[in-house]
């Protein structure tokens, strides 16, 4: 059984879906003011991996998924306004460069990403229903605000207590508002601001009703999961809790689910901090894949340390899995969850149903592998099931699903041998050592090694791979 830790309950629960038949999950997705960083990508494959896990135990027709896009903010405005162009065209640019984010990591596109200002008249209709059932009140300045003295258990997926919150608040409570903890629903316009017309005048939403009136319209008032980043817990999460149970009265989501910040010298890799790396940097100088796999490197809710020397480690593994995989390019994935308590295939969907244990799947991935290598050149029929499975198995993960040759092959970034250069420096190589000319033959070794190019000779010819 599938075991998810509820930050709402904070403890592991057996995952029971409302409806098996339809499994629903929304996760929030990017602000579109700027390139993805590394924390971006962490967030979008943790919830791809929980996506592709679902699929598999519920199947692919059963599991929806929405990942929305904010595409109208104070951030977005700010930089619009900063670079003298429409904020329309703005946000345009910057979904375009995601969504070439999200193909290069092997993420799997969502089944629904609705964008927030597709969404205006849901929001003006949830707004409504909370001015209606006693949530929310028009400021003097035809803002619209969320009353969160109205909303009982306020703080219950965070764990803060509003009075302490009150207590701790830095800064004057707003003119327009009745309390520093109340929150904007609706924003009147400002000189030269994107708005729409609304029963309160024209204006904007607030970003967290955004969140709300997209997924409970796509998935409808109540559904089984929502993620996101550790940072949204609070405030925009629970806010949305408010919001949307205030203005349903049911209850919101089952499961909520959030991924640990990525981490730069111990500090939270943020764009307000100025320590973060774009998805594109870090692509510039490692295989997408190599960044999907480090990142699975640490269970999803714990942090993630970003250094080279974990890429470089998560390069030389990937690598290891792909050489086992050599000469199995035309097997067909397999999955069997069934193959005996201590095997490989066990300890993988044992470690997925613990709250999709990646550390430990992975570890059952090199098992796998380690059976492949031993079968290799005396079971091939054997061998081809291990193949199958571990195959299989990662495909789970969104890992090995290329040819290996071309993995192990492909350099990234401009410097080093051309595949074509090598193969005319091994073939010299192999005339020499027909010429029974040592040297040369060594030389030419050296003179791959040197360039990176790892060479391994068999009886069956000689293999080469980028170290």
Same mark, same amino acid.
């Not at 692919?60 to 904010?70: E, L, P, Q, W």
């Not at 350099?411 to 050592?433: M, N, P, Y």
């Given at each position: 059984?599938?075991?998810?830790?509820?930050?709402?309950?904070?403890?592991?629960?057996?995952?029971?879906?409302?409806?098996?038949?339809?499994?629903?999950? #929304?996760? %929030?997705?990017?602000?579109?003011?700027?390139? %993805?960083?590394?924390?971006? *990508?962490?967030?979008?494959?943790?919830?791809?991996?929980?996506?592709?896990?679902?699929?598999?135990?519920?199947?692919?027709?059963?599991?929806?998924?929405?990942?929305?896009?904010?595409?109208?903010?104070?951030?977005?405005?700010?930089?619009?306004?900063?670079?003298?162009?429409?904020? #329309?065209?703005?946000?345009?640019?910057?979904?375009?460069?995601?969504?070439?984010?999200?193909?290069?990591?092997?993420?799997?596109?969502?089944?629904?990403?609705?964008? *927030?200002?597709?969404?205006?008249?849901?929001?003006?209709?949830?707004?409504?229903?909370?001015?209606?059932?006693? #949530?929310?009140?028009?400021?003097?300045?035809?803002?619209?605000?969320?009353?969160?003295?109205?909303?009982?258990?306020?703080?219950?997926?965070?764990?803060?207590? @509003?009075?302490?919150?009150?207590?701790?608040?830095?800064?004057?409570?707003?003119?327009?508002?009745?309390?520093?903890?109340?929150?904007?629903?609706?924003?009147?316009?400002?000189?030269?601001?994107?708005?729409?017309?609304?029963?309160?005048?024209? !204006?904007?939403?607030?970003?967290?009703?955004? %969140?709300?009136?997209?997924? =409970?319209? %796509?998935?409808?008032?109540?559904?089984?999961?929502?993620?996101?980043?550790?940072?949204?817990?609070? @405030?925009?999460?629970?806010?949305?809790?408010?919001?949307?149970?205030?203005?349903?009265?049911?209850?919101?989501?089952?499961?909520?689910?959030?991924?640990?910040?990525?981490?730069?010298?111990?500090?939270?890799?943020?764009?307000?901090?100025?320590?973060?790396? =774009?998805?594109?940097?870090?692509?510039?100088? #490692?295989? @997408?894949?190599?960044?999907?796999?480090?990142?699975?490197?640490?269970?999803?809710?714990? @942090?993630?340390?970003?250094?080279?020397?974990?890429?470089?480690?998560?390069?030389?593994?990937?690598?290891?899995?792909? =050489?086992?995989?050599?000469?199995?390019?035309?097997?067909?994935?397999?999955?069997?969850?069934?193959?005996?308590?201590?095997? *490989?295939?066990?300890?993988?969907?044992?470690?997925?149903?613990?709250?999709?244990?990646?550390?430990?799947?992975?570890?059952?991935?090199?098992?796998?592998?380690?059976?492949?290598?031993?079968?290799?050149?005396?079971?091939?029929?054997?061998?081809?099931?291990?193949?199958?499975?571990?195959?299989?198995?990662?495909?789970?993960?969104?890992?090995?699903?290329?040819?290996?040759?071309?993995?192990?092959?492909? !350099?990234?970034?401009?410097?080093?041998?051309?595949?074509?250069?090598?193969?005319?420096?091994? *073939?010299?190589? &192999?005339?020499?050592?027909?010429?029974?000319?040592?040297?040369?033959?060594?030389?030419?070794?050296?003179?791959?090694?040197? &360039?990176?190019?790892?060479?391994?000779?068999?009886?069956?010819?000689?293999?080469?791979?980028?170290?």
């Amino acid at each position: 059984m599938l075991q998810i830790y509820n930050t709402l309950t904070r403890q592991k629960e057996t995952f029971r879906p409302i409806d098996q038949d339809n499994v629903r999950m #929304y996760v %929030c997705g990017m602000t579109v003011y700027d390139l %993805c960083h590394v924390g971006h *990508a962490r967030m979008l494959v943790v919830f791809d991996v929980v996506y592709r896990y679902l699929c598999h135990v519920y199947g692919k027709d059963h599991v929806t998924y929405v990942r929305n896009i904010t595409d109208i903010d104070d951030k977005i405005i700010q930089r619009a306004n900063e670079n003298k162009e429409d904020f #329309y065209k703005l946000t345009e640019r910057f979904i375009t460069a995601f969504h070439e984010d999200t193909r290069a990591l092997g993420v799997v596109a969502p089944d629904q990403e609705p964008r *927030a200002t597709a969404y205006i008249d849901q929001i003006i209709n949830m707004i409504e229903a909370l001015v209606a059932n006693g #949530y929310a009140y028009v400021s003097g300045s035809s803002d619209v605000y969320f009353d969160v003295s109205r909303f009982d258990g306020y703080g219950k997926l965070s764990g803060k207590n @509003p009075e302490d919150l009150v207590a701790g608040a830095r800064v004057a409570v707003e003119e327009a508002k009745d309390d520093p903890l109340d929150f904007a629903l609706w924003k009147s316009a400002k000189p030269e601001e994107p708005s729409w017309d609304s029963p309160w005048g024209a !204006g904007r939403p607030g970003w967290h009703i955004e %969140c709300s009136a997209m997924s =409970t319209h %796509c998935l409808g008032h109540h559904f089984d999961i929502h993620g996101g980043g550790l940072d949204l817990q609070f @405030p925009h999460h629970e806010n949305e809790i408010a919001q949307s149970e205030g203005a349903s009265g049911k209850k919101f989501v089952n499961v909520w689910m959030h991924n640990g910040f990525v981490r730069v010298d111990d500090e939270k890799m943020s764009k307000s901090l100025g320590n973060f790396f =774009t998805i594109r940097e870090v692509l510039k100088r #490692y295989d @997408p894949e190599v960044v999907r796999y480090f990142i699975l490197t640490s269970h999803y809710r714990s @942090p993630l340390n970003y250094s080279d020397q974990h890429l470089d480690n998560a390069q030389a593994a990937l690598t290891t899995l792909y =050489t086992s995989l050599r000469g199995f390019e035309d097997i067909e994935p397999v999955l069997r969850e069934e193959m005996g308590a201590d095997s *490989a295939n066990t300890k993988f969907f044992a470690a997925m149903n613990d709250d999709f244990n990646t550390p430990e799947a992975l570890a059952a991935l090199f098992e796998m592998a380690h059976k492949l290598n031993r079968e290799k050149k005396y079971h091939p029929k054997k061998s081809e099931h291990y193949a199958g499975q571990l195959k299989g198995l990662a495909g789970l993960l969104g890992l090995l699903e290329r040819d290996p040759e071309v993995f192990l092959k492909t !350099g990234i970034g401009e410097e080093g041998l051309s595949a074509t250069e090598v193969e005319d420096l091994i *073939a010299h190589r &192999k005339q020499a050592r027909a010429d029974k000319d040592w040297a040369e033959a060594d030389r030419l070794r050296d003179e791959l090694q040197d &360039k990176g190019i790892v060479i391994e000779d068999s009886a069956d010819g000689t293999q080469w791979r980028r170290g």
